[in-house]
């Protein structure tokens, strides 16, 4: 097999994706990944991260690739969360308390920040509409990040993402006060949950 065989046999296994480190672990140098990007057989969408030239991107594990401290939260753990129906105009993520980046420029993101004893509450892998796996905040923690920022999100969206919630099966509105107690805001949602019930 030669270099570009296997640099294709490997992103195959990986659902169209290649990182400059899974490469080395491969035996691949970055030399050829260069090269198969120059003659269009593989395309880089982000540094070090190379994707198969017949794959679309899939922007939620492009983002993460880029911001690995960073964890999917409010109006995109929504969407992720199919409690929104909107496609994110901004993908927004939530990282801890003084981390910097050139990425908090990034007009196609927006950042929260979190305090380091609550950036782990809620954490949960989901996957993306492409078939990806992602970090994101588990539903009864986005919501109570959403209505803690409810000023910088779209307030309707917010709202409709809760009704959404009430009538789930799987809702689990214990965990979503014991979230809400921690970020102390349980009056709040203890009477959003009321009117909505």
Same mark, same amino acid.
């Given at each position: ?21 899974d490469?080395?672990?491969f ?45 999917f ?11 929104s129906?909107?496609?994110? &105009?901004?993908?927004?993520m ?5 981390? /910097?980046? %050139? @990425? +908090?420029?990034?007009k #196609? ?7 380091p ?10 996957e ?9 905040y ?7 990040d ?15 993402? &809760? ?9 689990? /509105?214990? %965990? @979503? +006060?014991?979230?809400? #107690? ?16």
């Amino acid at each position: 097999m030669n270099a570009y065989e296997n640099v294709s046999y490997v992103m195959e296994q990986q659902r169209g994706y290649l990182s400059s480190k899974d490469a080395r672990s491969f035996g691949i140098d970055n030399k050829t990944l260069q090269r198969m990007a120059s003659s269009g057989k593989i395309e880089r969408v982000a540094h070090g991260l190379y994707i198969d030239s017949e794959v679309f991107p899939d922007p939620f594990f492009v983002a993460q690739y880029r911001c690995p401290k960073g964890i999917f939260s409010h109006e995109t753990a929504l969407y992720l969360h199919d409690l929104s129906d909107r496609n994110p &105009l901004r993908l927004m993520m939530t990282i801890p308390s003084g981390w /910097n980046s %050139k @990425l +908090l420029s990034d007009k #196609n993101m927006m950042f929260f920040y979190s305090e380091p004893e609550r950036m782990n509450l809620g954490i949960s892998e989901i996957e993306t509409p492409s078939g990806a796996m992602v970090i994101a905040y588990d539903i009864e923690r986005t919501l109570c990040d959403c209505f803690r920022n409810i000023e910088k999100l779209d307030r309707d969206l917010v709202l409709i993402a &809760l009704k959404r919630y009430v009538k789930m099966n799987t809702r689990d /509105n214990a %965990k @979503l +006060l014991e979230y809400a #107690n921690a970020f102390k805001i349980r009056d709040i949602i203890y009477r959003y949950l009321e009117v909505l019930a």
